[in-house]
């Protein structure tokens, strides 16, 4: 079959690119707040063929350039009669407004995997191409999204227009119907009805006019409030994305929390993964982290991860971090690693490879003489958003990510067959954050030790267990110092809270998740959400649920980092984990904490695991071999298909 081919990358970066400029906000619409890497704008493309009789090739496509076969040069689009033999073919492929793309399907050649490009450099690589392009009028500049028309649940007629309930969130462009050039419209987006009643203060507004095209862009909201004379049509726009996972147990709330997270996760997963689909619509890295987790125990789609890693990583030279937030760039470097565990696309890695050795070179370059991650100009030292976190100086949960970045970058570069000059790093800063960050009386790390007011917040020390910064002794010591301490302020988002509540699964404390997910995940449902919103407080009432950024309705009600019980049902309750790439060997080791009966589904590569328990008994079967179920003290290996039952 042939494929639309590309310079490796060039898809990603056009679609990052449009994408980066489409946030809307009040009426106006801005880019992104950092650098983002255009596709190339020209490239050349190679292959070798043979034709065993007489032919014709044709190039198809909507960029310029020639096709020298043959001795000759030609033109695209243009029939090219060739004799039998073996030919070898160059491409030279420019495009000013999107990037450099072909088709050829003859009998004996066709463009697609066995192709490789370069962009004017001498390194070679794989093409680019895509499973959704494969004919010839198919177009790579347009996403292939697909569409379904939806109809409101009600309608009421209401400041002074009809506002239309769809039911649930939604993502998806409107068409209104009788736009006319003598009519004027006001059209209001809201993810509440609140908001969709409020014109001014609506993140989401136009006011149209019969010379605007009577198909709005694709944009967030579960309200639409119509000022004129039209009648909208709402589709639902979404990646065909089927979810292999799944979850029941007799938490009364536990298939609504499950259905919802899903929901919020498909809504925003798309070119690459949002972090929500109202406000923002950008690629953020931390987001995006998180993300790659979920997908790897809802639906487990490798190519989303690609695209969403080589959007965010573009091109070196580096003159900012990613998304101008210092622990993003490590976190990038985390996720390349955590894809290739769980696919073991080697071939990947090696493509992204020089890049992310410059972004590595980059960070590095801006530590100062303790080998610390400390804000320089134009840096964010994000972390999470809290009041309580000491940023005074060098924080040490930034230096904890640095150290798993280091251990990252070692473990790639023997994968791409180079030396580990990394690994010596990370146990340099090791030593160095044990000697000016673990506070022995307080046992625990504290923010900073600068300011000198030894301050002790959770995201430090959930860092620390999360990665095994520390042994497990200490690490069982900072969960009852810290995690189960009360005293320490909490966290407040589900972004951070997801790790934390990793942290305390990984510790035993999976009944305190278990409770977690049911008193804030329920408490959204309970109260009507749709999907999952950016934060939830259950102390406040009413429309404070909608407010964030001085905005009354700033907040995101459809976040992707508020899907993480998906992860946590699947990771520590299912207890489902590779060990080697692609899940050559993985493990098993459920825990049902509270649950007195489950029922899991985990999507693994090249198969699943199904793990049930009732009241005690644990029988799990794997589609595949390489498994080990662990029962307390006791092993068991799984074969495909073959169920393990154990008391």
């Known amino acids: 079959m042939a494929h639309w081919i590309w310079h490796f990358g060039d898809y990603e970066l056009y679609h990052h690119l449009q994408l980066s400029c489409r946030r809307e906000e009040k009426g106006s619409s801005y880019a992104c707040m950092w650098p983002v890497t255009r596709p190339h704008f020209n490239a050349r493309f190679y292959t070798e063929f043979t034709a065993t009789n007489d032919t014709v090739i044709r ?110 969130e939604l993502f998806g462009p409107v068409t209104l119907e009788g736009l006319t050039p003598d009519k004027t419209v006001c059209l209001t987006y809201g993810e509440s009805r609140e908001e969709a009643l409020c014109y001014e203060d609506a993140i989401i507004r136009e006011t149209l006019c019969g010379e605007n095209a009577p198909t709005r862009p694709a944009r967030a909201f579960r309200y639409l409030h119509v000022v004129g004379d039209v009648t909208p049509t709402a589709q639902y726009e979404y990646l065909p994305l089927t979810d292999t996972a799944s979850f029941s147990c007799d938490e009364p709330l536990a298939q609504r929390i499950w259905d919802t997270c899903a929901y919020t996760f498909h809504l925003n997963s798309r070119e690459a993964y949002f972090d929500g689909i109202k406000r923002d619509r950008w690629v ?83 530590l100062d003489d303790n080998g610390y991650i400390v804000e320089q100009p134009g840096d964010w030292i994000f972390i999470d958003w809290s009041e309580h976190l000491d940023k005074g100086g060098a924080i040490s949960a930034e230096q904890i990510l640095l150290w798993q970045a280091h251990r990252v970058m070692g473990r790639l570069a023997v994968l791409c067959g180079e030396a580990d000059v990394y690994t010596a790093r990370a146990d340099r800063l090791r030593e160095n954050v044990l000697r000016d960050f673990w506070d022995e009386a307080c046992g625990a790390f504290i923010d900073c030790y600068t300011t000198g007011r030894r301050n002790v917040s959770r995201q430090s020390n959930v860092f620390a267990v999360l990665y095994d910064f520390v042994d497990d002794a200490t690490a069982a010591r900072i969960g009852n110092t810290v995690l189960l301490n009360d005293v320490v302020p909490a966290i407040t988002t589900p972004y951070f809270k997801l790790y934390e509540l990793m942290a305390l699964c990984k510790l035993g404390e ?6 977690f997910i049911r008193s804030y995940w329920g408490g959204m449902i309970e109260l009507g959400a749709t999907t999952v919103w950016e934060q939830f407080d259950p102390n406040e009432s009413g429309a404070e649920h909608l407010a964030m950024y001085e905005e009354p309705f700033g907040r995101s009600l459809c976040h992707a980092w508020g899907s993480g019980p998906l992860l946590l ?79």
Request: glycine share 8%; aromatic share 16%.
């Open 59 to 168: 190039v198809v496509s909507r960029s310029g350039g020639k096709i020298y076969v043959a001795g000759g040069a030609f033109a695209f689009n243009t029939d090219i009669p060739l004799p039998a033999g073996q030919y070898t073919v160059q491409v030279n492929c420019f495009d000013r407004e999107a990037f450099p793309a072909f088709f050829i399907d003859s009998e004996f050649l066709k463009t697609g995997a066995d192709w490789v490009s370069d962009a004017y450099c001498a390194e070679r690589t794989s093409v680019g191409f895509d499973e959704a392009f494969t004919t010839s009028d198919a177009d790579p500049t347009v996403f292939p999204f697909c569409y379904e028309t939806v109809q409101p649940i009600a309608t009421e007629h209401i400041g002074g227009g009809v506002l239309y309930d769809y039911g649930r």
């Open 284 to 366: 953020w890295s931390g987001d995006a982290y998180q993300s790659v987790w979920v997908n790897h125990y809802l639906y487990f789609d490798p190519a989303i991860v690609r695209r969403t890693i080589l959007s965010l990583l573009g091109h070196a030279p580096y003159r900012s971090h990613i998304n101008m937030i210092n622990d993003y760039s490590c976190y990038l470097i985390h996720m390349v690693w955590d894809h290739y565990m769980a696919t073991a696309d080697a071939a990947f890695v090696h493509q992204i490879w020089d890049d992310l050795k410059a972004l590595y070179t980059f960070i590095v370059s801006r």
């Open 510 to 515: 999976i009944e305190t998740a278990q409770a």
């Open 569 to 647: 049902w699947g990771k520590y309750v299912c207890g489902v984990a590779p060990t080697a790439p692609a899940y050559a060997t993985f493990d098993v080791r459920p825990q049902p904490g509270m649950y007195q009966h489950f029922h899991g589904v985990v999507p693994i590569f090249g198969g699943t695991v199904t793990v049930s328990y009732d009241h005690g008994t644990i029988t799990v079967t794997a589609s595949r071999d390489g498994g080990t179920l662990h029962v307390g003290d006791r092993s068991y290996p799984l074969s495909a298909g073959v169920p393990v039952t154990v008391r």
